[in-house]
């Protein structure tokens, strides 16, 4: 499928992933329409942070994920959707499990009856890498087993599952793609890399930091987008779950001591309690297998994580944009 001029949705186009891959998809020539989560203040989270003139372009609807009314409208004469709404901090799905069944599982469900019954094109459904918890095996690929180790990962999983059960059942144009660790700016001050930027820029000496033995598998925000649109773009990814993954990790603590280096190589780390995981939820490593992307599709990574870190670090320390975050307390 080529994408320039289709009509494209962006749910979550509010949110880090979102509001880059919305203005990736402008700069493809697409038509696009952006679902926003309604709000009193009338924003549209990091939309907000585009500039008028690529918000010209754009079609903003606000609602909610969890209503099929908004949903049907939102979808509305749309080809392709990119469906990213979710509610995402891991420590918060311990304390209200209930919000994310409805937003992540329910959400996903509205799109995809919405889909069945518009006639939609071709549906992404936006997974995470959580869902394969702890490694059994590296690289992980798409047939690795699923673990629950989060009340979070769960929902994913089953929102996962639902849309291949509506591709098995109704043969929608259901893919699933599954990011591994996306990081860049924008990025929420529940992740890890905002957390640490943050509290650097900031002027922070001692740093609040959780367990530093897990490693990630980080993806360049850009290249996260590129994977959606490669993706999309490719037929041979219909009723597939594909990882957007670098295929190289890197624990907490060696990440973290290079941000030090980076910014301030005079800070140090100090464990906070509160930032670690409950016992036996801790993914402790996410090493992503990005061979079956590659083969269905033109994707590869372009940025290396010291191309991709220096980027973030010069966003944050634009004090416009380090000002959104409050790095003197713990981001749940």
Known sequence: MNLTSKNVLITGSDGFIGSHLTEELLSKGCHVRAFVYYNSFNSWGWLDNLGQEKLAQIEVVAGDIRDRGSVAKAMKGIDVVFHLAAL??????????????????????NVLEEARRQG??????????EVYGTAQYVPIDELHPFQGQSP????????????????RSFNIPVTIVRPFNTYGPRQSARAIIPTVISQLCNGKEALSLGSLTPTRDLVYVKDTARGFIAIAESDDTIGEELNIAT?????IQALTEKLIQAINPSASIVMDEQRVRPENSEVERLLGSNQKIKALTSWKPEWTLDQGLASTIEWFQDPANLAAYKSDIYNV
């Open 88 to 109: 995402i901090g891991i420590p918060y799905s311990y304390d209200s499990p209930e919000s994310y069944v409805g937003t992540n599982i329910t959400g996903t469900l």
């Open 120 to 129: 939609t094109e071709r549906v992404l459904v936006t997974s995470t890498s």
């Open 152 to 167: 979070y990962s769960a929902t994913k999983i089953g929102a996962d599952r639902m849309a291949e059960s509506y591709y």
């Open 247 to 251: 295929q190289e990790e890197i624990s």
